[in-house]
């Protein structure tokens, strides 16, 4: 969907997996984004993905699509593995980039923003949630709310033992579930927490597959300076979907079931309707206490992400694009001390 008096950013999508075609139908409903070229490792694949999302270039190698001069940006929907010398590419080829998450490692992401500012060009990671408009009321509420942050509490698991998955691989995605969905984790800690704190220490657990060596489920704790403390829980094999997160402050607590993906837009199945927001309690009390704030939004939260990368490519070098680079890295550091820092179960 683009603005007639604005010239809409032509989107080229690397990859043709399953989050790829959620990008792909969020894009089309964006404002100021069409979306223009697909590549995959096989042309028929690529073509029929193109088929099915109205696309009308199909490549079978991510080079031939970055060298479209039909290309404006380009979507990085690869594994872990790849996703360095492809966005590096890009960027050089003066193509803005949505990346997928996580980065092999804080010095791979840092190569990919450092040649996206040298060539000017916009970097977004594909993080959905803090698109959410519930993300930027907690943000400018929480210290009137609950006082100083003092803990963050999360809990995200999505029952996924397919071991033909790619995320059982650990030469294309290697530090599996931990990456995966820990990475959500540490952004919450990005968010919501003490802004800028350094991390003190962590420590935790890792559990692997005994059939492929992947990283199936971990667990840990983050210390920050100044005192606010993070534990998470994240993995594959688990019985439920699970995405909770709690904030604790000096005066109270916020809860949130469905912090990741939210119920009403984005969960697998979104459910249409549903009141998506946040619960307050304060104080000793019981259920009937606590507060219900609703945030409601018409527009899934992966629409509200490719906008504000549409907006970012407008002005690349500006302020809300270097706070972006700036949270991508803090979140990448945290999890790379995160799995360096794991124990085997």
């Not at 080229?12 to 399953?18: A, K, P, T, W």
């Not at 003092?150 to 033992?161: G, I, K, L, N, T």
């Not at 220490?201 to 890792?206: E, P, T």
């Not at 992947?214 to 998470?232: E, F």
Request: proline residues 6%.
């Amino acid at each position: 969907m683009s603005d007639p008096h604005t010239p809409p950013l032509r989107l080229g999508i690397v990859g043709s997996g399953l989050i790829a075609s959620v990008t792909a139908r969020a894009a089309a409903a964006a404002a100021g984004c069409d979306v223009v070229a697909v590549s995959a490792r096989r042309l028929e694949v690529a073509q029929a993905f193109a088929t099915e999302h109205g696309i009308e270039r199909a490549f079978d190698d991510w080079n031939a699509l970055l060298a479209c001069p039909e290309v404006d940006a380009v979507y990085v929907a690869t594994p872990t593995a790849p996703r360095e010398a492809i966005c590096v590419r890009a960027a050089q080829l003066g193509k803005h980039v949505l990346a997928e998450k996580p980065f092999a490692s804080l010095a791979s992401l840092r190569h990919i923003t450092a040649a996206c500012r040298q060539q000017g060009v916009a970097f977004l990671d594909a993080t959905h949630f803090v698109h959410h408009p519930r993300t930027a009321l907690l943000k400018a509420q929480l210290a009137d709310r609950i006082g100083a942050v003092q803990a963050v509490r999360s809990c995200f698991f999505f029952p996924s033992m397919d071991r033909a998955n790619i995320r059982f691989n650990p030469a294309q995605e290697p530090t599996g579930a931990i990456g995966d969905m820990a990475w959500y984790a540490m952004r919450a800690v990005v968010e919501y927490g003490p802004t800028d704190a350094a991390l003190v220490a962590c420590s935790g657990f890792v559990q692997h597959d005994p059939a492929t060596g992947a990283a199936l489920r971990g667990a840990g704790v983050l210390m920050l300076a100044g005192g606010c403390t993070s534990t998470w829980d994240a993995g594959y094999n688990t019985g439920a979907f699970t995405m909770d997160l709690q904030l604790l402050g000096e005066r109270g607590a916020i809860a949130l079931d469905d912090f990741v993906l939210d119920w009403a837009h984005s969960a697998p199945p979104p459910l249409p309707g549903h009141a998506v927001g946040f619960s307050q309690r304060v104080g000793v009390v019981n259920p009937s206490a606590f507060e219900w704030v609703d945030t409601p939004t018409a527009q899934p939260q992966n629409v509200a992400m490719v906008e504000h990368f549409v907006r970012l490519a407008r002005e690349p070098r500006g302020a809300l694009a270097v706070a972006s680079a700036q949270a991508s890295e803090r979140t990448q550091g945290l999890l790379d001390a995160v799995w360096q820092g794991l124990r085997p179960v």
